[in-house]
Structure formats: C-alpha cells, structure tokens
C-alpha cells in the first residue's frame, strides 16, 4: 500500500500531542508492520571539503560567516575517500555519505565527485553525498556515476526558516530535492530540533517532509550541536523527549523509509537512545566524527547494539552488482 502523503497538520499536531507512552506504543506498532524490528541500518560520513562555506545556516560550524575556529580544509583526494571509505566498510557500515560545504558544486567540481561515486560504489558501499544545492542535469550525472542517496534536508518548517538561514530559501531546497527525485536518485531529507524552534515548527516540518510527492526514503532527525561562534551556541537545549516525539510521528507519516537518529547523539545516554529506537529510528550513523563534530564511535556503538540485540543491516547488492546487467 503507498503511504499516505496528504497529512493534515491537524492530525500530525493530534499525533505528537498524545501522551508519551502512547506515541512510543503506536509508533513502534507502525515500525514492526513495516521493518524488523530489531535491525538497525549504519551509515558512515567523510568531510570531502571543510569549512568556508559562503552559506549561513546559524548552527553549522562550517559557515564561513561565522568564527567557529575550524581548521578549514580544501578538497581531499579521491583515494584518502576510498580509503576512508573501505575502513567505514570493514567497520559494518552499509551506506557512505560524503559531504562538502558548498553552496553547490561548481562544475569544475564535477569530475571530482562522479569519480568518487563510482569508486565508493565499487568497493560495495551504498553511496551518499550532500553537496547543496543541485541542479537538474548535476543530478543526472550524479545518478549516472552510480549515486544511489542525495542528502539535503529541509531542516525546519518553512516559518521559522528565515530565522535559520538567510542566504537561500526553503523553495531552494524543494526545486533541489525535485530535481534530485526527478534523476531517479533516493532521497534523504529531514531536520533539526533544537534550533530555538517551537512545536509548531517541528510539526510544519513533519508536514512538510510527510506530504512531498514521494516520501524521503532516508529521514535523518539531528538534534543541535551547539558550536561556540554560532549565533546558536549558547541555546537552551531542548528536551530529549521532543527529539523523540519528532521522530516517533516521523515513523508513524513515513512507515517506509528509514528514520535516522543523527547528529546530537553523542549527548544521549543508553535509555535515551533505546527510547529513540522503540519511537522507529533504525539508522544512525557510527564512526568517530560526523562532518566535524565528534560521534560515537564503532566500538561504542558495538556495545550498544549488543546491548540491546540490535542487528546491524547489511548493504543490499545493487542488481549491477549481481550481474544482471551482464546477463541482460
Ligand atoms: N552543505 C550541505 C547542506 O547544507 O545541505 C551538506 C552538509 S550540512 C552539514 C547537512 C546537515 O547537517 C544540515 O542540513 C543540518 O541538518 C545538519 N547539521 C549541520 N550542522 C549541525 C549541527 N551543529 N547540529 C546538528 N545538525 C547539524
Ligand atoms: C544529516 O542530516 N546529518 C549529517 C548528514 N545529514 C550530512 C550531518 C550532521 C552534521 C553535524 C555537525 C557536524 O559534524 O559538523
Ligand atoms: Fe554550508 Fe551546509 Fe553548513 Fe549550511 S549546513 S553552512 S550549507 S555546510
């Protein structure tokens, strides 16, 4: 059955106001219909350029607007990915994202990141790369070089956006993520929650996310890092458990696609992370550093799944793999 994509915002308000326990019942009643329940799929991320980025999103640490005293750092080689990318591979991951703050690839870029593509495909990998903004035939060639996610997300609701980021706007993120959807490229987008936002905005972030065409297959919820320098630095930090309302309705509007506990995990304890899991996240992202901010790493995450008989998705060969383009 296609999942529903013409939420209201009433019933979404109605979904994430009931009371805790009966969210996190009907949600995890969602997750076991649609996925098995005790598996969990891993992804990996690489920095592919740092910093100085001319974008001014008030919580990342690369924005070249603000003094976030990060050691900036130009392009990598494509064989320091690859082999950042066979370390992620023997560590359990499935999918390896790449990502560089730009506002988008110049086409000068482009060489550069089709040839990565097709290397961290070759290795076995899901690949993954979040660039920016993108256009149509960028993404075309992107999913030609063997490209399977594009991450881009809307990060809040179109209200409080504004407030966020000033040097583009939301419908600059939909014509990306169409042009994305419209090359056959998976899509993974979501947000952030403790941006200063309040509930609203994160329920106009669910509604914008659950009524696109086509659910994102990948939706990563971060929770914010606070970065000094930011103008978002010294926030109070939200309560965990709205983290874990929003991820929870997340599951319960997109019961296909993959709901990712993402950045801001570092500060949850064990049960905190058990509670995310038992609202329907099954991904997240493992490996000792996120883009530039630290993480969990494998070892830490091997004992928590173990912990909790959680089993780790292996990558899916993709039928080129298999060979039956050969044989067709
Ligand atoms: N430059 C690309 C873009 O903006 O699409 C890709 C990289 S950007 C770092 C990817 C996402 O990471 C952002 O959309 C945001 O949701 C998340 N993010 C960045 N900094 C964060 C922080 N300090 N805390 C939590 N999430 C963060
Ligand atoms: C996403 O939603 N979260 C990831 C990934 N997509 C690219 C990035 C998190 C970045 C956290 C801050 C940092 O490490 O700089
Ligand atoms: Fe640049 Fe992405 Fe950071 Fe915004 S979130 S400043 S676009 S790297």
């Given at each position: 059955?296609?999942?529903?994509?013409?939420?209201?915002?009433?019933?979404?308000?109605?979904?994430?106001?009931?009371?805790?326990?009966?969210?996190?019942?009907?949600?995890?009643?969602?997750?076991?219909?649609?996925?098995?329940?005790?598996?969990?799929?891993?992804?990996?991320?690489?920095?592919?350029?740092?910093?100085?980025?001319?974008?001014?999103?008030?919580?990342?640490?690369?924005?070249?607007?603000?003094?976030?005293?990060?050691?900036?750092?130009?392009?990598?080689t494509v064989e320091k990915v690859v082999q950042e990318a066979q370390i992620?591979k023997?560590?359990?991951?499935?999918?390896f994202?790449?990502?560089?703050?730009?506002?988008?690839?110049?086409?000068?870029?482009?060489?550069?990141?089709?040839e990565m593509?097709k290397e961290v495909?070759a290795l076995?990998l899901?690949?993954?790369?979040?660039?920016?903004?993108?256009?149509?035939?960028?993404?075309?060639?992107?999913?030609?070089?063997?490209?399977?996610?594009?991450?881009?997300?809307?990060?809040?609701?179109?209200?409080?956006?504004?407030?966020?980021?000033?040097?583009?706007?939301?419908?600059?993120?939909?014509?990306?993520?169409?042009?994305?959807?419209?090359?056959?490229?998976?899509?993974?987008?979501?947000?952030?929650?403790?941006?200063?936002?309040?509930?609203?905005?994160?329920?106009?972030?669910?509604?914008?996310?659950?009524?696109?065409?086509?659910?994102?297959?990948?939706?990563?919820?971060?929770?914010?890092?606070?970065?000094?320098?930011?103008?978002?630095?010294?926030?109070?930090?939200?309560?965990?458990?709205?983290?874990?309302?929003?991820?929870?309705?997340?599951?319960?509007?997109?019961?296909?696609?993959?709901?990712?506990?993402?950045?801001?995990?570092?500060?949850?304890?064990?049960?905190?992370?058990?509670?995310?899991?038992?609202?329907?996240?099954?991904?997240?992202?493992?490996?000792?550093?996120?883009?530039?901010?630290?993480?969990?790493?494998?070892?830490?995450?091997?004992?928590?799944?173990?912990?909790?008989?959680?089993?780790?998705?292996?990558?899916?060969?993709?039928?080129?793999?298999?060979?039956?383009?050969?044989?067709?």
């Open positions: 059955m296609q999942p529903r994509n013409d939420w209201t915002r009433e019933e979404i308000q109605h979904l994430y106001e009931q009371p805790f326990l009966d969210l996190l019942f009907q949600a995890q009643q969602v997750h076991r219909a649609h996925f098995q329940p005790n598996q969990i799929q891993v992804s990996t991320l690489l920095s592919i350029k740092t910093g100085k980025c001319p974008e001014d999103c008030k919580y990342c640490s690369q924005s070249a607007h603000y003094d976030s005293q990060l050691e900036a750092e130009r392009r990598i992620a023997a560590s359990g991951s499935s999918r994202c790449m990502g560089a703050a730009w506002r988008n690839p110049h086409e000068r870029d482009m060489p550069y990141v089709l593509v495909k076995g899901e690949t993954c790369m979040t660039l920016g903004m993108l256009n149509a035939s960028q993404a075309e060639r992107l999913k030609d070089a063997g490209l399977d996610y594009y991450n881009h997300n809307l990060d809040t609701s179109r209200e409080y956006y504004s407030h966020i980021i000033s040097t583009r706007s939301f419908d600059d993120r939909l014509n990306t993520l169409d042009h994305v959807r419209q090359a056959g490229l998976k899509v993974c987008s979501g947000g952030i929650v403790g941006l200063g936002e309040n509930q609203q905005d994160r329920i106009g972030l669910l509604h914008e996310l659950s009524t696109l065409p086509i659910h994102p297959e990948s939706v990563p919820i971060n929770m914010l890092v606070p970065i000094a320098g930011t103008p978002l630095a010294e926030l109070e930090r939200l309560d965990v458990t709205e983290w874990i309302r929003t991820i929870a309705v997340a599951r319960i509007l997109m019961p296909n696609s993959y709901i990712r506990l993402s950045a801001g995990r570092e500060s949850l304890s064990d049960s905190d992370q058990a509670l995310a899991f038992m609202a329907g996240a099954n991904s997240l992202f493992s490996g000792e550093k996120l883009l530039t901010t630290p993480n969990a790493g494998a070892g830490q995450d091997q004992r928590l799944f173990k912990k909790l008989g959680l089993q780790v998705e292996k990558a899916r060969p993709s039928i080129s793999q298999l060979g039956i383009d050969a044989m067709a």
